[in-house]
Protein backbone atom coordinates (compact mmCIF):
# COMPACT_ATOMS: atom_id res chain seq x y z
CA UNK A 1 0.00 0.00 0.00
CA UNK A 2 1.18 3.31 -0.99
CA UNK A 3 1.27 6.46 0.77
CA UNK A 4 -1.03 7.83 -1.44
CA UNK A 5 -3.42 5.17 -0.18
CA UNK A 6 -3.15 5.27 3.11
CA UNK A 7 -3.94 9.16 2.73
CA UNK A 8 -6.96 8.73 0.80
CA UNK A 9 -8.30 6.35 3.85
CA UNK A 10 -7.85 8.96 6.06
CA UNK A 11 -9.89 10.87 3.97
CA UNK A 12 -6.78 13.63 3.57
CA UNK A 13 -5.55 13.71 -0.19
CA UNK A 14 -2.41 15.95 -1.38
CA UNK A 15 -3.29 17.46 -4.69
CA UNK A 16 -0.65 19.62 -5.97
CA UNK A 17 2.72 20.64 -3.71
CA UNK A 18 4.28 23.66 -5.77
CA UNK A 19 7.81 24.47 -4.82
CA UNK A 20 9.10 28.90 -4.79
CA UNK A 21 12.58 29.77 -4.98
CA UNK A 22 13.53 33.28 -3.94
CA UNK A 23 17.00 34.41 -4.84
CA UNK A 24 18.95 35.68 -2.20
CA UNK A 25 22.87 36.45 -1.85
CA UNK A 26 23.80 33.21 -0.20
CA UNK A 27 21.84 31.28 -3.16
CA UNK A 28 17.91 29.94 -3.56
CA UNK A 29 16.20 29.86 -0.30
CA UNK A 30 12.83 27.95 -0.93
CA UNK A 31 9.44 27.61 0.02
CA UNK A 32 6.42 25.28 -0.41
CA UNK A 33 2.91 25.65 -1.08
CA UNK A 34 0.47 22.32 -0.32
CA UNK A 35 -3.41 21.98 -1.87
CA UNK A 36 -4.92 19.52 -0.02
CA UNK A 37 -8.92 18.20 0.18
CA UNK A 38 -10.25 16.76 2.78
CA UNK A 39 -13.26 14.47 3.07
CA UNK A 40 -15.39 11.97 4.90
CA UNK A 41 -17.00 10.01 1.72
CA UNK A 42 -20.47 10.96 2.69
CA UNK A 43 -21.40 14.41 1.29
CA UNK A 44 -18.53 16.61 3.02
CA UNK A 45 -15.54 18.05 1.31
CA UNK A 46 -13.46 20.99 2.26
CA UNK A 47 -9.97 21.86 0.44
CA UNK A 48 -7.04 24.28 1.84
CA UNK A 49 -4.11 25.55 0.71
CA UNK A 50 -1.01 26.32 2.83
CA UNK A 51 2.61 27.67 2.57
CA UNK A 52 5.56 27.13 4.87
CA UNK A 53 9.48 26.87 4.41
CA UNK A 54 9.07 22.85 4.89
CA UNK A 55 6.30 20.60 2.78
CA UNK A 56 5.07 18.25 5.99
CA UNK A 57 4.24 21.71 7.73
CA UNK A 58 2.12 22.94 4.30
CA UNK A 59 0.68 19.91 4.21
CA UNK A 60 -0.34 20.62 7.94
CA UNK A 61 -1.72 23.77 7.08
CA UNK A 62 -3.47 22.95 4.18
CA UNK A 63 -4.98 20.00 5.92
CA UNK A 64 -6.48 22.43 8.65
CA UNK A 65 -7.60 24.95 6.33
CA UNK A 66 -9.46 21.86 4.22
CA UNK A 67 -10.94 20.23 7.50
CA UNK A 68 -12.26 24.23 8.73
CA UNK A 69 -13.63 24.86 4.95
CA UNK A 70 -15.75 21.33 4.45
CA UNK A 71 -19.31 21.60 2.75
CA UNK A 72 -22.20 19.07 2.80
CA UNK A 73 -23.14 18.50 -1.01
CA UNK A 74 -26.35 16.12 -2.78
CA UNK A 75 -25.49 12.76 -3.55
CA UNK A 76 -28.06 10.30 -4.95
CA UNK A 77 -26.98 6.74 -5.30
CA UNK A 78 -23.36 7.37 -5.82
CA UNK A 79 -23.43 10.12 -8.40
CA UNK A 80 -25.35 14.03 -8.96
CA UNK A 81 -28.83 14.37 -9.51
CA UNK A 82 -28.73 16.07 -12.57
CA UNK A 83 -25.68 17.94 -14.85
CA UNK A 84 -23.64 21.24 -13.68
CA UNK A 85 -20.89 23.51 -15.17
CA UNK A 86 -19.07 24.64 -12.53
CA UNK A 87 -16.53 27.74 -13.14
CA UNK A 88 -13.85 29.60 -11.63
CA UNK A 89 -11.73 32.10 -13.37
CA UNK A 90 -10.53 30.68 -16.54
CA UNK A 91 -11.39 26.94 -15.64
CA UNK A 92 -14.24 25.52 -16.34
CA UNK A 93 -15.66 21.52 -15.23
CA UNK A 94 -18.54 20.04 -16.59
CA UNK A 95 -20.24 17.04 -14.01
CA UNK A 96 -22.73 14.81 -15.79
CA UNK A 97 -24.40 11.95 -13.27
CA UNK A 98 -23.88 8.32 -14.72
CA UNK A 99 -25.03 4.85 -14.02
CA UNK A 100 -23.91 2.63 -11.63
CA UNK A 101 -20.31 0.39 -12.31
CA UNK A 102 -19.04 3.54 -14.37
CA UNK A 103 -16.63 4.72 -11.90
CA UNK A 104 -15.20 7.94 -11.69
CA UNK A 105 -14.42 9.53 -14.92
CA UNK A 106 -12.01 12.46 -14.40
CA UNK A 107 -8.82 14.21 -14.20
CA UNK A 108 -6.19 13.48 -11.12
CA UNK A 109 -7.73 17.31 -9.19
CA UNK A 110 -10.94 16.95 -9.71
CA UNK A 111 -11.08 12.81 -9.46
CA UNK A 112 -9.47 13.71 -5.82
CA UNK A 113 -11.86 16.20 -4.69
CA UNK A 114 -15.36 13.73 -6.46
CA UNK A 115 -13.80 10.75 -4.50
CA UNK A 116 -13.45 12.41 -1.13
CA UNK A 117 -17.10 13.74 -1.35
CA UNK A 118 -18.38 10.50 -2.24
CA UNK A 119 -18.80 9.81 -5.37
CA UNK A 120 -18.79 6.30 -7.34
CA UNK A 121 -20.38 7.02 -10.86
CA UNK A 122 -19.64 10.38 -11.87
CA UNK A 123 -18.62 11.70 -16.01
CA UNK A 124 -16.80 14.65 -16.06
CA UNK A 125 -14.64 17.21 -18.47
CA UNK A 126 -12.37 20.08 -17.83
CA UNK A 127 -12.23 22.61 -20.40
CA UNK A 128 -10.01 26.06 -19.89
CA UNK A 129 -7.80 26.39 -17.83
CA UNK A 130 -5.75 23.07 -15.95
CA UNK A 131 -4.51 25.00 -13.14
CA UNK A 132 -5.05 22.75 -10.27
CA UNK A 133 -6.39 25.20 -7.73
CA UNK A 134 -9.13 27.14 -10.11
CA UNK A 135 -10.15 22.75 -11.43
CA UNK A 136 -10.35 22.18 -7.82
CA UNK A 137 -12.45 25.88 -7.15
CA UNK A 138 -14.71 25.36 -10.65
CA UNK A 139 -15.61 21.56 -9.41
CA UNK A 140 -16.79 23.29 -5.73
CA UNK A 141 -18.95 25.45 -7.81
CA UNK A 142 -20.32 23.17 -9.68
CA UNK A 143 -21.29 20.40 -6.69
CA UNK A 144 -22.72 24.08 -4.97
CA UNK A 145 -25.45 24.50 -7.83
CA UNK A 146 -26.50 20.58 -7.13
CA UNK A 147 -30.43 20.86 -5.88
CA UNK A 148 -32.17 17.25 -5.24
CA UNK A 149 -35.32 16.53 -6.30
CA UNK A 150 -36.78 17.33 -2.88
CA UNK A 151 -35.13 20.64 -2.25
CA UNK A 152 -36.70 21.86 -6.35
CA UNK A 153 -40.08 20.59 -5.06
CA UNK A 154 -39.79 22.12 -1.42
CA UNK A 155 -38.52 25.76 -2.77
CA UNK A 156 -40.95 26.02 -5.31
CA UNK A 157 -44.14 24.42 -3.33
CA UNK A 158 -44.94 21.35 -5.70
CA UNK A 159 -45.64 17.97 -4.19
CA UNK A 160 -43.76 15.19 -5.84
CA UNK A 161 -46.73 12.77 -6.89
Known amino acids: MSSNDSQRDSGESVIQIRRCACVVKGGRR ?10 DRNGRVGYGYGKAKEVPLAVEKATKAANRSQQSFSIVEGTIPHQVIGTYRASRVLLLPAKPGTGVIAGECVRLVLES ?45
Open 117 to 161: VGMTDILTKSYGSPNPLNLVKATFDALSQLQTREEVSRLRGVSLS
Open 30 to 39: FSFAALVVTG
